[in-house]
C-alpha cells in the first residue's frame, strides 16, 4: 500500500519512521509522497508541495493527514476522500468540528476514515470505545487526556519545577500543540471529549462555545504543594456522562488521593476511562502525546485499512440535550479577590487564599470562576472526587466557615 503523509513534523515523521522500519506487518507498505511547504528545502525524493499531485496520483491509496490545525486540513481531507483515497488523521481540532462531514464524505466514496491517534495519542481508546459500544450503552466517559498538561502538574508536583520551564521542556520533546495555549486551557482536552462523546452518544457536538472548560493557565506551585499537605495531586480532566437523553461535559482541574490511579499517571501519559452497562469500568493507560506512540496508531489504522477492517459506523444524528445542572461537585477555589458574597449560597469554607464550596452544579461554578477571573486573573480553581472530601480526617473538612 502506498502511503502519502500531509505534514512532516512530529507525528509525520514518526510514521515515516514506522514505515520505513519495515518490520512484518508493515512490510507491504510505502511513502509515495510527503507534503511540505513551498519554501521547506526537499531533502528526501517523496517530498512536495502539491496537494493536487497526492490525491490524483492512482497509486496512492492512503493519506495521512498530520498538519494541525483545521485549514488547509479540512480542505485536503476532504479532497483525498473525493478522490477516493482513504484518509487516516491524528488531528482532533479538525475532527471534532467535522467529524461527521469526514465520515459522511468517506460513506459517500467507499473509502475509510480513521482517527485512532486523535484521542489518547498510542492507547487504543477510539476502538476500545467503539468495541464497548458493540454490546454497550456508555454512560460515562472521563480521564485524563492530554499528555502535555499531564506532564505539566507531573513535573512541578515531583521536581517543584516551573510551569513555563516544564511547558518547554514538553514542547521540546514534541508532546505540545503547534499553540500550546490549546494543550494549557483545556481546548485540546475538549476536543478530544466531543470526538469521545460524538462516538460515545452518537451525536455531533459541533458548537461547544457554552461548555465548561477550564484549564491549567494559573497553576501555581504553591498550589501543588497546598493540594499535596491535603492528599491529593490535581489532574487536567474531561468528563461527561449522559441519562434520560441529556448529557454533561467538563474540562476541569480536578484532585485525587494520592494513592489512585490518575494520582498515579505520570510523565505524558494518558487515563482514560468509560462506564459501560455490562462491562462496567474500563481504563486505558499509555503514553498520550509523543511521536512514535502516535505513530503506531496512525500505522495501527493503515493495518486495519489494508486488511479491510471496519470500525463502528455513526451516523451521529441522535439529538440530546447538554445539561449544566446535571452534575454538582465540591469545588476548591483560590483567589486573591473576596469572593465568599459569590458563593455564599454554597457553605463556602476558607482556608488561606482557598475557598472550598461544596456541591454546586458544574456549569454554575464555571459561570462563577469567569466572574472571579475578572477581579482575579490569575484565580484558579479545581473540582473534588465526591468519596473524598467528606472524610472525617481530611483536612479540608477543617476549615473556617465563611461569614
Ligand atoms: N505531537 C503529538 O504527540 C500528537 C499530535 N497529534 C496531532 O497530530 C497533528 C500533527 O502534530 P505534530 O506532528 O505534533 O505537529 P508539528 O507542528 O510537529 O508538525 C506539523 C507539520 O506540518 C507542517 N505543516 C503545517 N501546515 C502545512 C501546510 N499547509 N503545508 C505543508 N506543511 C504544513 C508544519 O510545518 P511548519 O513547522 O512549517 O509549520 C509541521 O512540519 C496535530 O493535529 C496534532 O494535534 C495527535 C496526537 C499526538
Ligand atoms: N498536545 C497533545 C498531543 C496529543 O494529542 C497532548 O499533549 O496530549
Known amino acids: 500500500m502506498k502511503i502519502a503523509i500531509l505534514g512532516f513534523g512530529t507525528v509525520g515523521k514518526g510514521v515515516y519512521e514506522i514505515v520505513k522500519k519495515a518490520n512484518v506487518q508493515t512490510q507491504n507498505l510505502s511513502v509515495s509522497h510527503i507534503l511540505v511547504r513551498k519554501n ?29 490545525g483545521i485549514e488547509p486540513a479540512h480542505q485536503y481531507i476532504l479532497k483525498a476522500l473525493e478522490h477516493g483515497k482513504h484518509v487516516i488523521t491524528a488531528n482532533k481540532a479538525v475532527i471534532a468540528i467535522y467529524l461527521k462531514q469526514f465520515s459522511d464524505a468517506a460513506n459517500k466514496h467507499g473509502v475509510k476514515f480513521y482517527f485512532e491517534a486523535s484521542v489518547g495519542g498510542g492507547i487504543p481508546w477510539i476502538q476500545g470505545l467503539e468495541k464497548a459500544l458493540r454490546i454497550d450503552t456508555v454512560n460515562t466517559i472521563s480521564g485524563i487526556f492530554n499528555g502535555t498538561s499531564n506532564f505539566i502538574l507531573d513535573q512541578m508536583s515531583r521536581n517543584e519545577e516551573s510551569f513555563d520551564e516544564v511547558l518547554a521542556e514538553a514542547q521540546k520533546l514534541g508532546y505540545a500543540e503547534a499553540d500550546p495555549s490549546a ?19 452518537n451525536i455531533n457536538l459541533q458548537d461547544r462555545k457554552k461548555l465548561p472548560i477550564f484549564g491549567i493557565r494559573n497553576i501555581t506551585l504553591e498550589d501543588v504543594d497546598f493540594f499535596s499537605q491535603h492528599g491529593y495531586a490535581v489532574k487536567l480532566i474531561g468528563r461527561t456522562h449522559q441519562a434520560d437523553n441529556k448529557f454533561d461535559y467538563v474540562v476541569e482541574p480536578t484532585l485525587f488521593a494520592h494513592h489512585s490511579l490518575e ?7 494518558n487515563l482514560i476511562s468509560l462506564n459501560g452497562e455490562t462491562i462496567g469500568k474500563l481504563d486505558f493507560f499509555g503514553q498520550g502525546a509523543g511521536m512514535l506512540p502516535t505513530a503506531n496508531a496512525v500505522i495501527q489504522d493503515i493495518l486495519d485499512i489494508k486488511e479491510d477492517k471496519d470500525h463502528l459506523k455513526r451516523n451521529f444524528d441522535k439529538k440530546m440535550i447538554y445539561s449544566s445542572e446535571m452534575t454538582k461537585a465540591d469545588y476548591l477555589v483560590r483567589a486573591n479577590a473576596d469572593v465568599g458574597s459569590l458563593l455564599k449560597e454554597y457553605s463556602p469554607t476558607k482556608e488561606g487564599n482557598y475557598y472550598l464550596i461544596h456541591q454546586i452544579p458544574v ?6 470562576m ?34
Open 363 to 368: 456549569g454554575k461554578m464555571h459561570q462563577i
Open 183 to 201: 494543550d494549557i486551557d483545556g481546548i485540546d482536552v475538549a476536543n478530544k471529549l466531543c470526538i469521545s462523546a460524538d462516538i460515545a452518544y
Open 263 to 269: 494520582a498515579n499517571t505520570p510523565d505524558n501519559y
Open 370 to 403: 469567569q466572574v472571579i477571573l475578572k477581579d482575579d486573573d490569575s484565580a484558579f480553581m479545581a473540582s473534588l472526587p465526591q468519596d473524598k472530601i467528606k472524610s472525617s480526617d481530611s483536612h479540608l473538612s477543617k476549615q473556617e466557615a465563611v461569614a
Open 40 to 68: 521547506k528545502p526537499r531533502v528526501l525524493k517523496e517530498m512536495t508541495d502539491s496537494i493536487d499531485e497526492i490525491v490524483n496520483d492512482q497509486e496512492t491509496d492512503i493519506v495521512v493527514e498530520a498538519l494541525g
